[in-house]
């Protein structure tokens, strides 16, 4: 809860598929007293199966196309906007296959985190676990991250380890992956809410 009001942390969550890491915040925010609820999830397609899964659990589910934008500027001052009108107060990346502007990510900056399935600073960008396995790596892992304007490369919240196995796949190391995603993101939200996480440099402190 926050410390003011005792109402729980508004997030607005960003996905743009599956929506399996939404799936998983969705269900921590149900059990009662979790400092947190999902205000509003935003997606760039219309399809995407994340806003199916808000929707069945009364979400404000809304599809920003970004076809009705110019630019990349007035798209991300839209996504604020939609933000902003449900009272977010944390932005959590869940899939979201789009880059957001400079002026976003300031706008938002130390309230923006992103989960990815690789041990940051180890193998950022697309295709993470194919990464991996391509370099042979033993360990692999998932990461929660603030958002900075790079790529993965903000400061690191928590991180779990998963063995790579001599016979994995990209799909068998993702899943064993997704696995820790699933835990370590509403744990690394629990944090933010409980105003336990501090920035320092590069480095998160974690009360």
Request: with cysteine; net charge neutral; charged share 20%.
């Amino acid at each position: 809860m926050t410390p003011a009001t005792g109402a729980p942390l508004g997030l607005g969550v960003l996905a743009s598929g599956r929506g399996s890491n939404l799936q998983a915040i969705l269900d921590a925010t149900a059990v009662p007293g979790f400092p947190a609820r999902v205000a509003v999830v935003v997606s760039d397609r219309e399809r995407a199966q994340a806003l199916e899964r808000a929707r069945a659990r009364g979400v404000p589910a809304v599809w920003l196309n970004p076809k009705d934008f110019g630019d990349r500027p007035a798209y991300d001052a839209a996504l604020t906007g939609a933000l902003e009108a449900h009272g977010v107060g944390l932005v959590c990346l869940a899939g979201f296959m789009r880059i957001l502007g400079p002026a976003f990510v300031r706008a938002w900056a130390g309230r923006i985190l992103n989960v990815h399935p690789a041990l940051l600073p180890a193998f950022p960008g697309l295709a993470a676990q194919r990464q991996a396995l391509e370099h042979g790596v033993k360990v692999a892992g998932a990461t929660v991250h603030f958002v900075d304007e790079g790529v993965d490369t903000g400061p690191i919240v928590l991180q779990a380890s998963v063995p790579v196995h001599p016979d994995d796949t990209e799909e068998s190391l993702s899943a064993r992956i997704l696995v820790e995603e699933h835990r370590l993101y509403p744990e690394a939200i629990r944090l933010f809410a409980e105003r336990r996480l501090t920035i320092v440099g590069r480095r998160v402190l974690v009360r």
